[in-house]
T-cell receptor, first 113, second 113 residues
Framework: EAGVAQSPRYKIIEKRQSVAFWCNPISGHATLYWYQQILGQGPKLLIQFQNNGVVDDSQLPKDRFSAERLKGVDSTLKIQPAKLEDSAVYLC???????????FGPGTRLTVL | GQQLNQSPQSMFIQEGEDVSMNCTSSSIFNTWLWYKQDPGEGPVLLIALYKAGELTSNGRLTAQFGITRKDSFLNISASIPSDVGIYFCAGTSSTGTASKLTFGTGTRLQVTL
């Protein structure tokens, strides 16, 4: 069974530019999560989707971050405009149901210069 | 917000030694999970604990869910080089139909031959 896929794996941009990340969850998984992992810290939840609806986005900086999962399958996370402190690994995870085990993708490492 | 403190932050051990790390929280969690993260990869679930006082083993790994539901420990016996990585504890708390995962600060394990 294929795992959670993410692209790109690495991205380098300058501050104030825009960037988008893509995630394809494990087939059949209804719940999808985006996490931000700053170097030396544990992952922090940004947003959680149940199918194509948002369940929890309380820690998403909505002035610059947005995410969508229009068809309830793959998802995109966008940052516009990026700041230096957005440099981090962005992890996508999925689970069969909201209470289920979360499986993580390899992440996208973002560097903002 | 909820915080999970892990200790130690990092440790160097010799191959064959046993390892112990723990995690404490200021809040009660419904479940405790232990993940391992290798460089360039997302976290992988090692052990899940569902009840206060529960002691669970997975091969050379043993973990316990504290009676107060505010702490957990992970032991690794007879460490081998592939045990190198960052170990994260995580606690889940329910918010309606959602299950929120809060990660600890991580313990970096390095094994010398």
């Amino acid at each position: 069974e294929a795992g959670v896929a993410q692209s790109p794996r690495y991205k380098i941009i300058e501050k104030r530019q825009s960037v988008a990340f893509w995630c394809n969850p494990i087939s059949g998984h209804a719940t999808l999560y985006w996490y931000q992992q700053i170097l030396g810290q544990g992952p922090k939840l940004l947003i959680q989707f149940q199918n194509n609806g948002v369940v929890d986005d309380s820690q998403l900086p909505k002035d610059r971050f947005s995410a969508e999962r229009l068809k309830g399958v793959d998802s995109t996370l966008k940052i516009q405009p990026a700041k230096l402190e957005d440099s981090a690994v962005y992890l996508c995870a999925s689970s069969l149901a909201a209470q289920g085990t979360q499986y993580f993708g390899p992440g996208t490492r973002l560097t903002v210069l | 917000g909820q915080q999970l403190n892990q200790s130690p932050q990092s440790m160097f051990i010799q191959e064959g030694e046993d390892v112990s790390m723990n995690c404490t929280s200021s809040s009660i969690f419904n479940t405790w999970l232990w993940y391992k993260q290798d460089p360039g990869e997302g976290p992988v679930l090692l052990i899940a604990l569902y009840k206060a006082g529960e002691l669970t083993s997975n091969g050379r790994l043993t973990a316990q869910f504290g009676i107060t539901r505010k702490d957990s420990f992970l032991n690794i016996s007879a460490s081998i080089p592939s045990d190198v990585g960052i170990y994260f504890c995580a606690g889940t708390s329910s918010t309606g139909t959602a299950s929120k995962l809060t990660f600890g600060t991580g313990t970096r394990l390095q094994v010398t031959l």
